[in-house]
T-cell receptor
């Protein structure tokens, strides 16, 4: 059983489109995150939810909107995709904001053409 | 500002030898956590080891150990008895106390030679 699963694993789309990435965790964790890994492999947090409430919203364009329908799910919707949005997006979860572990999904490689 | 620095972009190690991957951090928080992750070429992020700022003993997990030197603000990862499967990119990260977010270093690419 995959602890943190993201779909899709690969996403190729045209500029201007709207797309969503889904994330689900079966660990019973309260906190979920979205991280972005750029072409130089640098990882940066985008959003964090704790018990379905947004607790971190880094300086991300408002074309990116996270949605947490319940504690086990955190989806990322991206409007009007741009070339610069091409990256690997990782979902992660932890027991709480100060947990000693944080587990990542396998990543979604988004390519905007 | 919180910062993690990994100064070794790439490292080589001979199979079966030990290797140390460097990580230094900067924070004004008294309470924080330090993490190491492995990212193989397949792309997933694999959690390896955690060290809390108040933990007096260095963390160990199998062949991984974390050399925590609080005064020097360093949290180096030691991999003993390297295996070919250890070839990957390794990321050091610090958990910010207030928000829980992970702040990552630039990563170190490790190649294990047979």
């Amino acid at each position: 059983d995959t602890a943190v699963s993201q779909t899709p694993k690969y996403l190729v789309t045209q500029m201007g489109n709207d797309k969503s990435i889904k994330c689900e965790q079966n660990l019973g964790h309260d906190t979920m995150y979205w991280y972005k890994q750029d072409s130089k492999k640098f990882l940066k947090i985008m959003f964090s939810y704790n018990n379905k409430e947004l607790i971190i919203n880094e300086t991300v364009p408002n074309r990116f909107s996270p949605k947490s329908p319940d504690k086990a799910h955190l989806n990322l919707h991206i409007n009007s995709l741009e070339l610069g949005d091409s990256a690997v997006y990782f979902c992660a979860s932890s027991l709480g904001p100060r947990s000693t572990e944080a587990f990542f999904g396998q990543g979604t490689r988004l390519t905007v053409v | 500002a919180q910062k993690i620095t990994q100064t070794q972009p790439g490292m080589f190690v001979q199979e079966k030898e030990a290797v140390t991957l460097d990580c230094t951090y900067d924070t004004s928080d008294q309470s924080y956590g330090l993490f190491w992750y492995k990212q193989p070429s397949s792309g997933e992020m694999i959690f390896l080891i955690y060290q809390g700022s108040y933990d007096e003993q260095n963390a160990t997990e199998g062949r991984y150990s974390l050399n925590f030197q609080k005064a020097r603000k360093s949290a180096n990862l030691v991999i003993s008895a390297s295996q070919l499967g250890d070839s990957a990119m390794y990321f050091c990260a610090m958990r910010e106390y207030l928000t829980g977010k992970l702040i990552f270093g630039q990563g170190t690419t490790l190649q294990v030679k047979p």
